[in-house]
T-cell receptor
Framework: GQNIDQPTEMTATEGAIVQINCTYQTSGFNGLFWYQQHAGEAPTFLSYNVLDGLEEKGRFSSFLSRSKGYSYLLLKELQMKDSASYLCAAINDYKLSFGAGTTVTVRA | GAGVSQSPSNKVTEKGKDVELRCDPISGHTALYWYRQSLGQGLEFLIYFQGNSAPDKSGLPSDRFSAERTGGSVSTLTIQRTQQEDSAVYLC????????????FGQGTRLTVV
């Protein structure tokens, strides 16, 4: 089975940086996804890590350590539109399993 | 199609009735997933298809739930004798193949059982 943990909520100020941590325990781990989900909308893809290290994509970066079963999503220069739920998901051969999501609230 | 299409977008049904939810994946995507999301909760895995076969049905909550996929394309999730606890958003996602490719989500079907 798969066990994916991430914080429930985080609050940050516009322009700041927030780091969302995710730990996972899974057999046959193949990679780690991050998705963004605005209220009432479908999740949208943000990043995918399969190798250890940092993947940077504009204001968003994602890090993976396979040996530690750990990932984080880093959001820089926060904007109000970044207020959303951020979902960590691990893929095991074929099964894409999601954490419960972290609700990020950006305040002015 | 251009994206994953789900229908209906909203469904209100009476307790005890059967419902069918449809997912039309992106053309050429062989992998298809069904998830359920209750209000304020994460995504609960229901079932996965690779082509027309479902190697993993472990997430289906009960034998009232079934799913099929025909022609390696459209999938239908059927819930028989619906219960109030079935109320949720049912999300479908497809990806190019199994494994390490991005899954694209449809907008979901919001099911309300009254």
């Amino acid at each position: 089975g798969q066990n994916i943990d991430q914080p429930t909520e985080m609050t940050a100020t516009e322009g700041a940086i927030v780091q969302i941590n995710c730990t996972y325990q899974t057999s046959g781990f193949n990679g780690l996804f991050w998705y963004q989900q605005h209220a009432g909308e479908a999740p949208t893809f943000l990043s995918y890590n399969v190798l250890d290290g940092l993947e940077e994509k504009g204001r968003f970066s994602s890090f993976l350590s396979r040996s530690k079963g750990y990932s984080y999503l880093l959001l820089k220069e926060l904007q109000m539109k970044d207020s959303a739920s951020y979902l960590c998901a691990a893929i095991n051969d074929y099964k894409l399993s999601f954490g419960a999501g972290t609700t990020v609230t950006v305040r002015a | 199609g251009a994206g994953v299409s789900q229908s209906p977008s909203n469904k209100v049904t009476e307790k005890g009735k059967d419902v069918e939810l449809r997912c039309d994946p992106i053309s050429g995507h062989t992998a298809l997933y069904w998830y359920r999301q209750s209000l304020g909760q994460g995504l609960e895995f229901l079932i996965y298809f690779q082509g027309n076969s479902a190697p993993d049905k472990s997430g289906l909550p009960s034998d009232r739930f079934s799913a099929e996929r025909t022609g390696g394309s459209v999938s239908t999730l059927t819930i028989q004798r619906t219960q109030q606890e079935d109320s949720a958003v049912y999300l479908c996602a497809s990806s190019l193949n199994e494994g390490n490719t991005e899954a694209f989500f449809g907008q979901g079907t919001r099911l309300t059982v009254v």
